[in-house]
């Protein structure tokens, strides 16, 4: 038994008077939509024993399993019910372009494709977890908890904060100059590149807390961000 099927409870779905639900599914990465299909207790099941997303198709009345045909499966990651429990959020792990178009997402443009008719790179880099870190950071904030390392560098004020940041900024620039260095000389770039994602990480993760420290919001960082997008480039 997954996981997923321990957390959800299947009886507590509300099926509309023809036996189906509302099925919309979620890229795990950033929390875009791929596609809305139908669920019925058939497929609901059928998606909880193999951990693949099945739905039933209404045009051919049966059970179809998501990539039966095309491979690009829809790994099962969790199920949640609205508010009303007569709708499903699944969140899932695309195999591929979720759409018969061959774009990433039912909802994208048909131009989203790449070339040759294949499924265009996706965009997403899975940013919308960062929300859950900076959740986790104006947390420790506000509350203060003992023994956390963020309250410790909190407490600090800026100059703990900031050193941390100016810390790791040299960490990630050293990172950068190894693997450029492993590269130059062919070597294998596994660890160096690993190295460079985990100092990157801690220079992330620092300079949120010095924001918070500043009480300043992250948005205020990507409105300056989205406004110097939209400026014209410089002659």
Same mark, same amino acid.
């Given at each position: 038994?997954?996981?997923?099927?321990?957390?959800?409870?299947?009886?507590?779905?509300? !099926? &509309?008077?023809?036996?189906?639900?509302?099925?919309?599914?979620?890229?795990?990465?950033?929390?875009?939509?791929?596609?809305?299909?139908?669920?019925?207790?058939?497929?609901?099941?059928?998606?909880?024993?193999?951990?693949?997303?099945?739905?039933?198709?209404?045009?051919?009345?049966?059970?179809?399993?998501?990539? $039966?045909?095309?491979?690009?499966?829809?790994?099962?990651?969790?199920?949640?019910?609205?508010?009303?429990?007569?709708?499903?959020?699944?969140?899932?792990?695309?195999? &591929?372009?979720?759409?018969?178009?061959? @774009?990433?997402?039912?909802?994208?443009? $048909?131009?989203?494709?790449?070339?040759?008719?294949? *499924?265009?790179?996706?965009?997403?880099?899975?940013?919308?977890?960062?929300?859950?870190?900076?959740? @986790?950071?104006?947390?420790?904030?506000? $509350?203060?908890?003992?023994?956390? !390392?963020?309250?410790?560098?909190?407490? &600090?004020?800026?100059?703990? =904060?900031?050193?941390?940041?100016? #810390? #790791? *900024?040299?960490?990630?620039?050293?990172?950068?100059?190894?693997?450029?260095?492993?590269?130059?000389?062919?070597?294998?770039?596994?660890?160096?590149?690993?190295?460079?994602? #985990?100092?990157? =990480?801690?220079?992330?993760?620092?300079?949120?807390?010095?924001?918070? #420290?500043?009480?300043?919001?992250?948005?205020?960082?990507? $409105?300056?961000?989205?406004?110097?997008?939209?400026?014209?480039?410089?002659?």
């Amino acid at each position: 038994m997954s996981t997923v099927s321990l957390r959800f409870d299947p009886a507590a779905v509300r !099926y &509309g008077p023809d036996g189906l639900v509302p099925a919309i599914v979620q890229d795990r990465a950033d929390g875009g939509v791929l596609m809305v299909a139908w669920m019925d207790a058939e497929a609901l099941v059928a998606t909880l024993d193999t951990g693949e997303v099945h739905f039933h198709s209404r045009s051919r009345g049966r059970l179809w399993r998501k990539g $039966e045909t095309s491979g690009n499966v829809l790994r099962l990651v969790g199920l949640a019910l609205d508010c009303d429990s007569d709708a499903i959020l699944v969140t899932a792990d695309p195999a &591929g372009p979720t759409c018969h178009r061959g @774009t990433r997402s039912c909802f994208d443009p $048909e131009d989203a494709r790449g070339a040759h008719g294949t *499924a265009a790179p996706a965009a997403s880099q899975g940013f919308t977890w960062l929300e859950i870190l900076w959740s @986790t950071i104006a947390s420790r904030a506000a $509350e203060r908890p003992q023994g956390s !390392y963020t309250t410790r560098l909190l407490d &600090g004020g800026v100059d703990v =904060a900031g050193r941390k940041v100016t #810390e #790791e *900024a040299t960490e990630v620039l050293l990172a950068a100059k190894n693997d450029e260095t492993a590269q130059a000389a062919g070597d294998d770039r596994t660890t160096s590149r690993e190295r460079l994602a #985990e100092e990157t =990480a801690d220079l992330l993760f620092h300079a949120l807390v010095l924001l918070a #420290e500043r009480d300043v919001d992250p948005r205020a960082v990507l $409105e300056v961000l989205r406004a110097r997008h939209g400026r014209p480039a410089r002659p």
